[in-house]
């Protein structure tokens, strides 16, 4: 069984960049995606970013294309999310996930989630 913890989450302006990271233990051989999710209040979660952990392949919501790059370390088990030129609509509790399918994270669905990290970004 897989668990993901979450780091890296804080207050930053808008315009600055924050690194989140995942830290996976344990192993599933399903989850062949590695995924960041996020939720705002009062909104649902939705997908931001995902990897093939089997290479490089990332994959982008628009509204984060350009601006954030999801990566993964697989040898030590970290995905990570830099975020850059961050927005206050960025705001949100930010979630590492494993999934198997990109059309399965893209509705939402995830084998595995972590218990996310808070990023709030200010005018």
């Known amino acids: 069984q897989v668990q993901l913890v979450e780091s890296g989450g804080g207050s930053v302006e808008a315009g600055g960049s924050l690194r989140l990271s995942c830290a996976a233990s344990?192993?599933?051989?399903?989850?062949?995606?590695m995924a960041w999710f996020r939720q705002a209040p009062g909104k649902e979660r939705t997908w931001v970013a995902a990897?093939?952990?089997?290479?490089?392949?990332?994959y982008y919501d628009d509204s984060v294309k350009g601006r954030f790059t999801i990566s993964h370390d697989k040898s030590n088990k970290m995905l990570f999310l830099q975020m850059n030129s961050l927005k206050p609509e960025d705001s949100a509790v930010y979630y590492c996930?494993?999934?198997?399918?990109?059309?399965?994270?893209?509705?939402?669905?995830?084998?595995?989630w972590g218990k996310g990290t808070q990023v709030t970004v200010s005018t």
């Open positions: 996930a494993a999934g198997i399918s990109m059309p399965a994270l893209r509705r939402g669905a995830a084998n595995t």
């Open positions: 990897i093939w952990t089997h290479g490089v392949t990332a």
């Open positions: 344990g192993y599933d051989s399903s989850s062949v995606f």
